[in-house]
């Protein structure tokens, strides 16, 4: 928690989600295979704690709940600071606070969901998440799926080549820059809970290389932290990773699949002062 802390202020206050854990790996020196770690659903573990770090906060009023998409420091979190063992602290308090208003939970299987399951998704129900669907389909229904999403974010002549003798490339389509612009795009869609490794990425470029100025990767898994440099490598044509948390969050912008309803959360901190 006291990285996180201590991230956002270095940030200015605020940040995307990814922008500010990617400052707190930096600063930790967090090494590539634990940033490459994932849970059974196959979010990334270290991302994991950290969004949970951030809820911790939340509850705790050094973050504020509010801002949407943003992490941001409240005045009081800007000038906090936390040590190792005060946040173990807030993380046992609220560990306790939760475990007396979901009574039919222990401290310890509270602990244990949380290693596993997302802030957001906390409260479970019948019905399964968007990813575990997406997981769920054909590898061919999911190229079809992505070609729809795609479209969606204004792609136009969208196609799925189909087959395996084109080199890895799943389909292309048009994205328009402005009137005067246009940039022909080539996709790879890659169904799985796995990580998307370098040599793949490196891959996928070579069979776009001469036959498109721009190439996406669509997974509902993660991307190596190797992968991720080898997307952005000075002198080749840039690729774009797209892994599970932003492949939702493109389909809930454009409520593809979706149907929006109104959720309310439990606001821990208000029922506090009530709690025995």
């Not at 994205?175 to 490196?202: D, H, I, W």
């Not at 932003?246 to 506090?272: A, C, N, Q, T």
């Amino acid at each position: 928690m006291g990285p996180l802390l201590d991230a956002l202020r270095q940030l200015g206050g605020s940040g995307r989600p990814k922008e500010v854990i990617s400052q707190v790996a930096k600063n930790l020196n967090i090494p590539d295979s634990v940033l490459e770690e994932t849970t059974k659903t196959g979010v990334p573990k270290f991302y994991n704690q950290v969004a949970w770090a951030r809820q911790y906060l939340v509850w705790e009023g050094l973050l504020d709940a509010n801002s949407k998409g943003i992490w941001t420091l409240t005045p009081k979190g800007f000038n906090s600071t936390l040590t190792a063992e005060q946040g173990r602290e807030i993380f046992l308090k609220w560990v306790d606070i939760n475990q007396k208003a979901r009574k039919s939970k222990s401290a310890t299987e509270i602990i244990k969901q949380q290693e596993e399951d997302e802030p957001d998704n906390i409260e479970h129900t019948l019905q399964p998440t968007l990813l575990q669907v997406l997981q769920q389909v054909t590898p061919k229904g999911f190229e079809d799926i992505c070609k729809r999403l795609l479209r969606e974010h204004g792609f136009e002549n969208v196609y799925v080549t189909g087959g395996s003798h084109d080199g890895g490339i799943d389909g292309y389509g048009t994205l328009e820059l402005n009137p005067f612009v246009s940039m022909k795009v080539l996709f790879q869609c890659k169904r799985y809970k796995g990580t998307v490794s370098r040599a793949q990425v490196g891959d996928f470029r070579n069979a776009m290389i001469g036959r498109a100025e721009k190439g996406i990767i669509l997974t509902t898994g993660t991307f190596s932290e190797d992968a991720k440099r080898e997307a952005v490598r000075d002198g080749a044509p840039p690729i774009e990773l797209i892994d599970a948390s932003k492949l939702i969050e493109l389909f809930e912008k454009v409520e593809l699949g979706l149907k929006p309803k109104k959720v309310y959360e439990v606001d821990l901190s208000f029922f506090e002062p009530y709690m025995p």
